[in-house]
């Protein structure tokens, strides 16, 4: 076991994790905090995204250990004194989300990208989101709500 | 029961009235199976078979009795005993179909790879799968039949050894008098390998029994209800004890929509153990132990006049079972089975299936489940009349389409209502055709290494499963009705109680919008409830589209009762005849007297109360009907796609897709039009991306996310959108299915649209899935 101090949304922990723990295991199980979702065990649908130190990390590839000093960010951790962020916001006014199983990854891509200033076109909001797997909205409506919270943002 | 217009002209039915499922699953708080567990609570892992065929000459458990963590771990031998019925097949299509025994562990050989043999319960997922790995199983492997030809060929290898054959069954349909003669007569053969469904959400269950045996099931389901009937046959639990409960589900395109072995085993093991059990799929499990789509060899043949009418369709159809028959797995085809004449007015039909056992993962529904099937064959193949013909092939389409409705087609079934020429014309207004082909025309004289194709096709469906006298009459076990009922509460709001079981579709919003405007209420006064059979006692569950046009109806009809009794209160209360009442958003005003009104919310209080009835009737105002549609729905329309093709690399990029769809009256836009983006995703995949391929030992080689290839938003463009509207005169909202039209009308407009590209080339096919290789391949023996 080792001992590892990071600070999700905003919290500080204290955590003895195996070494084998995933971050979304130490996520799920350890801080009970089950919005980040996992959908496969290769790295590939990207559910799972976080923020780890303003960076979107697919948290099924980082070990709880590796988070040691971090400060992750996961969907619970978005909206503000019940006020939806607004990638949130523009997924829900968009319809960007139907079973809504891979939404808080892309959410929290989508803010990565966003914040990245890598929003500015469909293309490279496409591109920038090549990591994320949805199966129920063909992205389209995704693409549209990143974009318009791109455009919400700079102005 | 009279046809009503009131709910379709209402404050709410047409617009895009945004989700009210959003919040949760926007911020975190979804209660998806994964996130559920209760006090006590210990993890089930499934030891599955590395091999396709094999024999089990013994389990030793004994290291994983030992190892840390481990509860318990049994044989699939140690747990016969707990199943009084074979895991259930609803659909034997035939008097005689073969329908050997499916328990939900394998005890003396496996079948495919990923057939469970043993289980192991342990304190947490993590040990439970450690311990799994030291479950010691003797195999003794086997020829395997993995290919559905072959496995037909006299000496294949045979997945039931007792039935002596792998042929499950053969079904037949044609029309009286049927004549394949023709001027043109044009045959093709396809194959439309296996798909693999990845809701991204695995499928997982948990299970609870109580101290008198009463067993709560939380799964990540489609189907609650069926779900409930099914564990009382396999388990021998009264369906009484049972509460089935679908929470938060995460996509299902037909891969939920199934009874599974892990869910009679996490309630066997519950009930063993006397701790709840839960089982979370993992993804690289979930590509073997979850069904498979498609896996059809198909020869259509075409008959044709020397100028285009279409005399006759006939296909012969190969449908792999893979090693079992589950839920409905047998049925597939015969969704397709009526529409191998699609939008056409086809005289002579004929349509032969013929199920095989392959010893690969179970096949059944998966989004379209039989109708993309028959539409890809039609319309790659209509595109081959054409070019037979010499006839241009949107012309060649037109020509065939069927104008007049009510059409009984030779299948036997009747299109209720459409209007395919109109859908084909918008298209064709929104997709510029003579400036795509003069572009096609300048890139060949120039030779261009990137070549443009555009692609059509034009489909009908049947969905909206189904008028329950024909689900009889084709052997199917249960009915295809549904039901909702309509509660007013005491102040006023109103809980609406659903059969339908979503996940995705966005039922909590639709239906609300529905009730809202049939009652004249607001639609955040309605609470829509669905998925749990304590609270929703009788449902058919979500599938084939079925879910607006017979659950909607339903609901349609519950409001009506609501209003109809409200109006008896408010007669009596304000001393009138009931005929002399007006109801309009949501108040009964005296005819000709418009100070005299009642609210319908007062009238549910007055309801609660019961202070002042009329004599005899019951307090509450409460009604719930059910709905038994007359026909199944007919969706239909016109898709486009364009494509460019690297001659060079084969590398083909969808650039444009446009689709013209008609659903009948659209309750919400936005949500159907995401159910159409969904829908087309899945059909475009199938073309350029998606296959489950198995080696000849039948290993599935695309066994994870990484080698299966789902597409991301890179790989596609955005969709241009558009609809006409028949309503349907069948239901009183004028509503047909949409959450299967994209994937049934796509992939074949995109292979259409492949081999347009390269057509000048000689390439007169490209198998599906299109990938750089196949397209770079048949531009080569195109130009040798």
Redesign the interface.
């Known amino acids: 076991m080792r001992r590892v101090s990071l600070t999700v949304n905003g919290s500080a922990h204290e955590l003895e994790l195996e070494p084998r723990e995933l971050l979304v295991d130490v996520l799920?199980e350890r801080l009970g905090?089950?919005?980040?979702?996992?959908?496969?065990?290769?790295s590939?649908?990207g559910?799972c995204t976080v923020l780890l130190d303003g960076e979107s990390v697919k948290s099924c590839t980082v070990l709880g250990v590796q988070a040691e000093g971090g400060a992750v960010t996961?969907?619970?951790g978005?909206?503000e004194n019940g006020r939806?962020h607004p990638v949130?916001q523009a997924?829900?006014?968009h319809?960007a989300?139907?079973?809504?199983?891979?939404?808080?990854g892309m959410?929290m891509a989508a803010v990565s990208l966003i914040e990245h200033g890598q929003a500015g076109s469909?293309d490279a909001?496409?591109?920038g989101?090549?990591?994320?797997?949805?199966?129920?909205?063909?992205?389209?409506?995704?693409?549209r709500a990143v974009e318009a919270a791109a455009v919400a943002g700079r102005s | 029961m009279a046809i009503t217009t009131e709910a379709v002209a209402g404050r709410y039915v047409g617009t895009s009235v945004p989700r009210k499922e959003d919040a949760g699953l926007l911020t975190g708080r979804a209660s998806f199976i994964a996130n559920l567990s209760l006090p006590g609570t210990v993890h089930l892992a499934v030891v599955r078979s590395p091999y396709a065929h094999a024999r089990i000459t013994g389990v030793n458990v004994d290291a994983a009795r030992a190892a840390e963590g481990v509860v318990a771990v049994f044989s699939g031998a140690e747990l016969a005993e707990d199943w009084k019925s074979s895991l259930p097949c609803a659909w034997p299509v035939t008097e005689d179909i073969k329908m050997p025994p499916h328990y939900p562990l394998a005890t003396d050989k496996t079948r495919y790879v990923g057939d469970g043999v043993a289980v192991v319960i342990a304190e947490s997922r993590a040990l439970a799968a450690d311990a799994a790995e030291l479950v010691e199983v003797d195999y003794e492997p086997l020829d395997a039949s993995v290919d559905v030809l072959a496995a037909l060929e006299d000496g294949a290898p045979l997945v039931h050894d007792d039935l002596g054959t792998n042929e499950c069954y053969v079904w037949h349909l044609e029309s009286d008098g049927f004549d394949d003669s023709g001027d043109v007569v044009v045959t093709r053969r396809y194959y439309q390998p296996p798909l693999i469904p990845n809701a991204i959400e695995p499928r997982g269950v948990l299970a609870q029994v109580g101290p008198t045996g009463e067993v709560t099931i939380w799964s990540a389901t489609q189907i609650p209800h069926i779900l409930r009937f099914a564990m009382s046959l396999v388990l021998g639990i009264p369906e009484s004890k049972i509460r089935a409960i679908a929470p938060d589900v995460g996509g299902g395109f037909g891969s939920k929509l199934d009874v599974y072995a892990e869910e009679a085993l996490a309630v066997a093991l519950a009930a063993r153990l006397g701790r709840p059990v839960k089982w979370t799929e993992e993804r690289t499990e979930n590509y073997v132990a979850t069904i498979h789509g498609r896996d059809f060899y198909t020869d259509l043949t075409y008959a044709a006049t020397k100028d285009g009418t279409i005399t006759a369709i006939k296909a012969d159809v190969k449908c792999a079972m893979g090693a079992y028959l589950q839920l409905v797995t047998p049925g597939i085809p015969l969704l397709g089975a009526w529409i191998y004449s699609g939008p056409y007015a086809i005289p002579n039909y004929s349509v032969t299936f013929t199920g095989v056992f392959t010893n690969t993962t179970p096949t059944d529904a998966y989004r379209g489940a039989g109708r993309p099937e028959a539409t890809y064959v039609l319309e790659r193949t209509m595109d081959a009349l054409a070019d037979e013909l010499g006839m241009d092939r949107v012309e060649l389409r037109r020509k065939n389409f069927v104008s007049e409705f009510p059409h009984t087609m030779a299948s036997g079934l009747s299109l209720d209502s459409g209007d395919y020429h109109a859908s084909l014309d918008k298209l064709l207004e929104l997709l510029d055709l003579d400036a795509l082909k003069a572009e096609q025309q300048k890139r060949r004289d120039e030779q261009a290494v990137k070549q443009l194709g555009v692609g059509f096709s034009t489909y009908n469906e049947m969905c909206g499963l189904a008028p329950s006298r024909i689900l009889g009459a084709v052997r199917y076990a249960v009915g295809g009705w549904d039901s909702a009922t309509v509660r007013f509460q005491p102040l006023g709001s109103v809980q609406l109680i659903t059969g339908t079981s979503p996940h995705g579709q966005s039922h909590e919003t639709t239906w609300a919008q529905i009730a809202a405007d049939a009652l004249g209420v607001d639609v955040d006064d309605v609470e829509v409830l669905h998925g749990d059979t304590a609270v929703s006692q009788l449902g058919m569950d979500t599938y084939g589209s079925r879910s607006l046009t017979v659950g909607g109806i339903a609901l349609v009809h519950a409001a009506d009762k609501v209003v109809a009794k409200a109006r008896q209160i408010v007669a009596h209360q304000l001393e009138v005849s009931a005929d002399d009442l007006e109801f309009e958003a949501g108040t009964f005003t005296v005819k000709g007297s418009p100070d005299k009104t009642m609210t319908i919310k007062e009238a549910a209080f007055a309801a609660h109360t019961a202070h002042n009835l009329p004599d005899g009737m019951e307090p509450g105002l409460e009604e719930t009907a059910t709905y038994d549609p007359p026909n199944f729905s007919w969706p239909a329309g016109a898709h486009a796609a364009v494509v460019e093709v690297d001659t060079e690399t084969g590398d083909t990029r969808l650039v444009r897709y446009v689709a013209v769809d008609d659903v009948g009256t659209v309750v919400n836009p936005q949500i159907v039009d995401g159910q159409v983006h969904g829908g087309i995703t899945q059909g475009i995949a199938t073309a350029l991306y998606e296959e489950g391929v198995y080696d000849e030992d039948g290993n599935l080689v695309t066994s994870s996310m990484t080698s299966y290839g789902i597409p991301s938003a890179a790989d596609l463009p955005s969709y241009e959108l558009a609809r006409t509207e028949s309503r349907s005169p069948t239901n009183p909202l004028g509503v047909k299915g949409v959450g299967e039209t994209g994937t049934i009308a796509a992939a074949p407009a995109v292979i259409n649209a492949v081999v347009d590209a390269l057509s000048h080339l000689g390439v007169k096919d490209v198998q599906m899935p299109a990938t750089p290789e196949r397209v770079w391949r048949a531009i080569e023996e195109a130009r040798s």
């Not at chain 1, 905090?33 to 290769?42: E, F, M, P, Q, R």
């Open positions: 799920r905090l089950t919005g980040t979702n996992v959908g496969c065990d290769t590939s649908c559910s996961t969907i619970e978005l909206a939806l949130q997924f829900h006014e319809h989300l139907q079973c809504g199983y891979c939404t808080p959410v469909e909001i496409r591109e989101l090549e990591g994320n797997l949805c199966r129920c909205t063909g992205y389209h409506n995704i693409v």
